[in-house]
C-alpha cells in the first residue's frame, strides 16, 4: 500500500472487498435501525447502551452531538437516529488510547494510518506531548502541559502569531471563555469550521435580511405548503430532519428536492418510530426532482426570479416589498436583461421540471427553503443564497408562519459558537460589550480565517496554534500544503476527543489535551464534590439549551474543555485581571455572557425550562430587518458558469452514510449502494463513454488549477452513477487534496469544495 504523507493511504482496510449495488430508493427503516445497533455493538456494551439511548436528546439528557437540527417539543422516549447512533456510540466507545499506544506507535507511523484507523483506536484518555526532534508522544501533566503553553503563548512577538481555531461540538460556555483568551492575549485569530461550512450563508443572510441566521422554527416547517431542500442530504446528515419533512407532507406540504444526486432520503423515509415506517413501504417524501448541474443553482433561482417579476397574474407579494424591501427596481431591470436559454442551459435541467418548480413556487404562500453544503461551498455561494432569498422575498414568504430561509447547519453548536464570538471578524458592539464586561481593550483588527489561518501558518507567520477539537488537517482544503503549514508551527496543541490526522501531522512541539465529551458527567475539580455541571448549545432555529452528561468519563484523568481553556489561560494571560479559576462555576460563565451577549438576559433560569429558549429573530418575530437601510435588500447577482475545459470534470466531495466529517464509521454508503470502501468516484456511463473508460477501472483524480501545482488524489474506483453529465462526486476527506486553498467563494472565503476541475488518469500499477 503506497502511503502518501499527508493523507494516510491511498488505501482503506476493506478497499479490496469494494463492492456497488443498487442505490436505495428510502431511508431509515429497519435496515437503519440494525446499522444503528451494530455500531453500538462494536463499540460499547449492552447496558451502557440502552442507557446512554436513553438519554439521549430528553430534556435532562444530552443533547445528540451529531447534528444541529432541533428537538420536537414532544420527545419520544427514542429521539434519535442512525447517524445520531453512530456519534455517541463513537463518543462513548469501550475503546482507550493510553500511553503504551503511543509508546508503540511513533508519530511517523501514525502518518501513515488512514483516518478510519486513528479513530477506531478509542478514546484518549490523558494528556500527552511530542517534543521537539521526538518520535513519539510521552505523557505529560495537565500542569506541565499548561505551563508549557502559557510560557509559549506568552513569548510571542505578537499575539496575532497564535491561532485559535474552533469546531463546532464546543459548548457556550468553553467557546466563550475560549474567545475571551484569545482577545484578552490580543488577537482576533478566531478561524471556526464555519468558514469551511456556513459561512456563505452567514454573509449571504447578513446582507439580505440583516442576520446570519435562519428565520424558521420546526413548526413553521411542519406548517408550509411548500418545502425546498436544496443542496442537502438529510437522510445522511440531518436524518431527524425526515421526521419534520414527514410531518409536513402529513399536513398537504409539498417537497422539492434540487440536487444534482436522487439521494434515498428524499426518495423516500420509513420512519423507524412508527410502525407503518418500520414495515410499511414508509412515506414517499419529494414530489418534484431537479438534477441540477453542479453549481448551477444561482441560474436556476434566476430564471424562477424572472418569472416571479415577469407574471402577469400578480406574482409578486407587492404590499410586503413595497413596505419591508429595497432594490426592487434594479433587481427587475436585472432579471429582464438576462437570457433564460442561456440560463436553462446551464442548469442543464429539462424546461418542463423548470416550469413545474415555478408553478409550485407561484402557488404557495408558505414557502420554506432548507439549504447546506450543496450551496455553500461553491465561488458563488453567495450570491446563489442572495437570490434564493430574492425569492422567498418576492413572494413574501418570511416571517410569517410556514415560511422562511433555513440554512441547516452542521456541527451541533457550530451556531452557537458564533454567537458566543467565536469570530475573527467580530462586531464593534460585540467587542465593546466584552470591553466593558472584563475591563479589557479587545484587537479591533480583523484576524485569520480558515483559510488565511492556514497561508499564514505555511509561509511561517504563526508560531501557536489551538485546536479546540475538529481535524484541521484533515477538514481543510488543500491538505499536503495545509499539513506542512501545520508542521511549520512551534507549538500545536489539539484538544479532543480521539485521535486525528491532526495529531499526526503536528508541529515542532506537540501536545494532545483530552476532553469530556458532551455524554460524559462533567464532575469538575475544585467545585462542590456531586455538582454536576451542565452546558448550553444553540440549535440550528436558535434554540438555546442545557445538555448534561450521564456516562463515566472515558477516563479519569479527563478535563471539560473549559476546564481546559482556563487552564491554559491561568498560565497565559494571568495578568489579564480576569478570575480564570472562577470559571470552573460555569454560572459564573452564563452570567457573563447574559450580559455581553444580546438575547441571553436570565440565561441562567431561562435553561431550568426544558427545551430552553428561542434567541430574538428580527426577521422571524416582526418581519423587522437590522440592515443598513432597515429593509431587506433584494440583491442583484450576476452568473458566471463555472468552466469546464473539454474532458474534464467538475468534482463535488461529499460525505458518505458512515462518516462524520473527518471522523469515519465505517466504510460503507448504503444509500448509495457502496460497500466495504471509500476510494469511489460516481459519474456518469456518458461521461465514462466518452474517456473510454469502464465501471471498476481505477484511476487518479487529478486537479487542475492556475498555479500548475500538481494535486492528485490516487486510486479511486469509478462507479456509474446517475450523475449529471460532466460532474462526479467523491467522498472527503480523502479528496481534500484536491481542493486548491485560494479557491474560495467570493464573499465568504469558503473552499470550493463542491466545484474543482479535475482530469481522469488511469492509475498505474
Ligand atoms: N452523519 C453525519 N451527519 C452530519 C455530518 C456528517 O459528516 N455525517 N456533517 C455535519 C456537517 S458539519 C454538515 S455541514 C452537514 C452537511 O450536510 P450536507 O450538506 O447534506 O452534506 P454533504 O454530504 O456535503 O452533501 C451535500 C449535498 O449537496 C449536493 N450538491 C452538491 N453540489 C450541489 C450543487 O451545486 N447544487 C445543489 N443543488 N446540490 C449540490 C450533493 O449532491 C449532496 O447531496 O451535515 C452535518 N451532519
Ligand atoms: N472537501 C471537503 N472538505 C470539507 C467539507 C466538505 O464538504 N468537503 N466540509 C467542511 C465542513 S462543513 C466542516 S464543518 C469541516 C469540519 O471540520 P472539523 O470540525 O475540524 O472536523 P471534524 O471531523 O468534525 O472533527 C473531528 C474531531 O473532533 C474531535 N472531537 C469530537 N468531539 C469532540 C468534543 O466534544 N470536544 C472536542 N474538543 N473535540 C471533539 C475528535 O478528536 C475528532 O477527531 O470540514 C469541512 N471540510
Ligand atoms: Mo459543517
Redesign the pocket.
Known sequence: MAASKATGPDADPGDAELSVSAQKRSAAGVPALIASMRQVHGQLGAKKAVRTLLHLNQPDGFDC?GCAWPDPHHTSPFEFCENGVKAIAE?ATDRRIDVSFFARHSIGELVTMSDYWL?QQGR?TEPMIRRAGDDHYRPISWDDAFTAIGTELRSLSSPNRAVF?T????SNEAAFVYQLLARALGTNNLPD??N???ESSGIALGNAIGIGKGTVSLDDVHAAELILVIGQNPGTNHPRMLTALEEAKRRGASIVSINPLHEAGLIGFRNPQRPRGVVGRGTPLADLHLPIRVGADLALFQIINRRLVDDPSGAIDDAFVAASCDGVDELTEHLCSLDVDDLLAATGLDAAVVDELYARIRRADRIVACWA?GLT?HKQAVATIQELANTLLLRGAIGKPGAGLCPVR??SN?QGDRTMGIYEKPTEEFLDALDREFALVSPRAHGFDTVDAIAAMATGDVDVFV??????V????DTDVTAAAMERCRLTV???????RSHARCGETAIILP????TEIDAGRGIAAGTERRVTVEDSMSAVHATRGRNQPASPMLRS?VDIVCGIAAHAAPDAGIDWAGFADYRTIRAHIASVVPGFEDFERRIDVPGGFVLPNPPRDSRTFVTTTGTARLTVNRFEAIEVPAGRLLLQ???SHDQ????IYGLDDRYRGIHQGRRVLLIAQADLDDHGLRDGDVVDLVGEWHDDVERRAPRFRLVTYDVPRGTCAAY??E??VL?PLDSVADGSAT?T??SIVIRLERSRG
Open positions: 452531538p463518543e479513530g484518549l481555531y469546531s463546532g461540538r464546543t469550521c464555519s469551511m461550512c456556513h453544503m461551498q452542521g456541527h457550530v485546536g479546540m477539537g475538529g481535524n484541521f484533515a477538514a481543510a482544503p489539539q484538544v479532543s476527543t480521539k485521535l486525528n476532553c469530556l465529551g458532551r474543555e466531495t461529499i460525505r462524520y466529517n473527518t471522523t472527503f476527506p479528496t481534500n481542493v473552499p469544495s463542491k
